[in-house]
């Protein structure tokens, strides 16, 4: 992406973290800090927020961890899970933040069956994450992890906001040959909340009851009336030592079809629009990428403190995630004019 276009985005993203709630200057900004040439730690101010991996030497797909309040609450669980604190079934499937799908023509990525590589940009170095964003560019490989089945275009924007950031996550894919996206549940983007915070009312061994309680945008509450069903958003929210927290996944309203929500009461949410059939909402989707059909998947994340007005207040973020997704958006068409 070139210098214009960094800009652009950094002054929108500046200006929509600001004026949207009529904050000044004085703002605290988002920083990156290298931990290796493809591992960044997000800063917000002096408080880290999160970690983006865009390679692990176990994970064989890239995430974030680690998500945190602006005051430090971690709202996903550890990584790795602590077996003392933490509930820790799927260390390496739900390893906190991620978009995996566990069909690709056939390819397992969400199991770790299959590998997604990490590209350069070009040919010169340069930094994964800088000028405001995350930008990487990723192969889906299989056959022995040398065949690509497709590629992806990742960008991540992170938003400081009035009680909580937003993460602006816009992945594009295409293929030189095509190549389906199947039907299952584990498709999408997913999130594993920290323990303490999953909406399970019973106590696991040592570990305690959960605290936590799901919700969506048609009013529905709990795993059981929101799994399968769709909506613009969901959040899952509870208390992290004692004080407020959540996190909430927003669907943009211009992606190919609506998500439907994979909600566990163990702590697990996936925003799936592949799995129709899985989550018992009609025939078996199948969605083809191939060389004049890319596919575009835009969401974003809200992790955020205590709420006044619970709907209302999650509505309005999301809102303003729509808003500074199609700003940015605007903002990067202009400069390719």
Same mark, same amino acid.
Request: charged share 25%; hydrophobic share 35%.
């Given at each position: 992406?070139n210098? +214009?276009?960094?800009? &652009?985005?950094?002054?929108?993203?500046?200006? /929509?973290?600001?004026?949207?709630?009529?904050?000044?200057?004085?703002?605290?900004?988002v920083?990156f800090?290298?931990?290796t040439?493809?591992v960044?730690?997000?800063?917000?101010g002096?408080q880290?927020?999160?970690?983006?991996?865009?390679t692990?030497?176990?994970?064989?797909?890239p995430f974030?961890?680690?998500?945190?309040?602006?005051?430090?609450? !971690?709202?996903?669980r550890?990584?790795?899970?602590?077996?003392?604190?933490?509930?820790?079934?799927?260390p390496?499937?739900?390893?906190? /933040?991620?978009?995996?799908?566990?069909? +690709?023509?056939?390819?397992?990525y969400?199991?770790?069956?299959?590998?997604? #590589?990490?590209?350069?940009?070009?040919?010169?170095?340069?930094?994964?994450a800088q000028?405001?964003?995350?930008?990487?560019?990723?192969?889906?490989?299989?056959?022995?992890?040398?065949?690509i089945?497709?590629e992806?275009d990742f960008? *991540?924007?992170?938003?400081?906001?009035?009680?909580?950031?937003?993460?602006?996550?816009?992945?594009?894919?295409?293929?030189d040959a095509?190549?389906?996206?199947?039907?299952?549940?584990e498709?999408?983007?997913?999130i594993?909340?920290?323990?303490?915070?999953?909406?399970?009312?019973?106590?696991?061994?040592d570990i305690p009851?959960?605290?936590?309680?799901?919700?969506?945008?048609?009013?529905?509450?709990?795993?059981?009336?929101?799994?399968g069903?769709?909506a613009?958003?969901?959040?899952?929210?509870g208390q992290?030592?004692?004080?407020p927290? *959540?996190i909430?996944?927003?669907?943009?309203?211009?992606?190919?079809?609506?998500?439907?929500?994979?909600?566990r009461d163990?702590?697990?949410l996936?925003a799936?629009?592949f799995?129709?059939?899985?989550m018992h909402?009609?025939?078996?989707?199948?969605?083809t990428?191939?060389?004049?059909?890319?596919l575009?998947?835009?969401?974003?994340?809200?992790v955020?403190?205590?709420l006044?007005d619970?709907?209302?207040?999650l !509505?309005q973020?999301?809102d303003?995630y #729509?808003q &500074?997704?199609?700003?940015?958006?605007?903002?990067?068409?202009?400069? &390719?004019?």
């Amino acid at each position: 992406m070139n210098g +214009i276009l960094r800009t &652009a985005l950094v002054v929108v993203s500046t200006g /929509l973290s600001l004026a949207a709630h009529g904050q000044t200057a004085a703002r605290e900004e988002v920083s990156f800090v290298p931990q290796t040439d493809e591992v960044v730690e997000v800063r917000i101010g002096n408080q880290p927020v999160a970690v983006y991996h865009a390679t692990d030497d176990k994970i064989t797909r890239p995430f974030f961890s680690d998500l945190r309040t602006l005051d430090g609450r !971690q709202v996903t669980r550890r990584h790795p899970p602590d077996p003392k604190r933490d509930l820790a079934d799927h260390p390496e499937f739900h390893p906190g /933040l991620w978009m995996a799908f566990g069909n +690709i023509s056939g390819a397992d990525y969400w199991r770790n069956k299959d590998r997604v #590589v990490y590209s350069p940009l070009s040919h010169q170095p340069e930094p994964l994450a800088q000028d405001g964003e995350i930008h990487a560019r990723y192969s889906y490989l299989t056959d022995r992890r040398i065949h690509i089945v497709c590629e992806e275009d990742f960008r *991540g924007v992170v938003l400081p906001q009035s009680n909580g950031w937003l993460l602006l996550c816009d992945s594009t894919f295409t293929s030189d040959a095509p190549c389906e996206f199947g039907d299952q549940e584990e498709m999408g983007l997913g999130i594993r909340l920290a323990t303490e915070m999953r909406s399970e009312a019973r106590a696991r061994g040592d570990i305690p009851p959960g605290n936590g309680r799901i919700l969506d945008a048609q009013g529905r509450v709990g795993a059981d009336q929101i799994w399968g069903q769709s909506a613009a958003w969901c959040d899952y929210s509870g208390q992290v030592n004692g004080q407020p927290a *959540g996190i909430a996944i927003f669907c943009h309203p211009d992606n190919f079809r609506p998500s439907w929500w994979h909600a566990r009461d163990y702590g697990l949410l996936v925003a799936n629009p592949f799995g129709r059939a899985a989550m018992h909402q009609g025939e078996p989707s199948r969605v083809t990428v191939g060389p004049d059909k890319p596919l575009r998947l835009r969401y974003g994340v809200w992790v955020h403190g205590a709420l006044n007005d619970e709907a209302r207040d999650l !509505q309005q973020a999301y809102d303003r995630y #729509v808003q &500074a997704a199609n700003q940015l958006d605007d903002a990067a068409n202009r400069t &390719a004019e």
